[in-house]
């Protein structure tokens, strides 16, 4: 076998090898509030990704949780052992990773990781 096809069977390989290891840890997709709360059931114990605005007031430094609220739909969210970004704030734009869990007939919001929005230069 020469040189040159050694090469191209080995590039084949390593494509090959790229291509499914980019197929097997696809990112799972960020979420609506509203997307999951329509359907719980489907996502809860699972790791998922969330995204919806914190609501006015929700913020208890006390219990380490706020509410996220989508367009019809409001989820609590438990951030005790969170990596939290700088500026969780009221009506900010949240993106949470975590599970859904449901207990004592409520579904709750554990998360691992919360990424704020960048506050707009055009806010008061």
């Known amino acids: 076998m020469s040189r040159k096809n050694r090469l191209l069977i080995v590039g084949a390989i390593i494509t090959i090898g790229l291509i499914g290891v980019i197929i097997i840890e696809a990112p799972e997709p960020t979420r609506t509030v509203d997307e999951v709360m329509e359907s719980p059931s489907k996502y809860v114990d699972q790791e998922i ?72 230069k055009y806010e008061e």
Request: glycine fraction near 8%; hydrophobic fraction near 35%.
């Open 49 to 120: 990704s969330i995204r919806g605005e914190v609501l006015d007031g929700s913020i208890d430094n006390s219990t380490m949780t706020f509410i996220l609220h989508g367009s019809n739909y409001n989820i609590t969210v438990e951030y005790i052992d969170a990596s939290v970004s700088n500026g969780l704030d009221d009506n900010r734009t949240v993106y949470a990773q975590g599970i859904l869990t449901f207990s004592d007939g409520k579904y709750l919001f554990e998360a691992d990781i919360i990424k704020t929005s960048c506050p707009s």
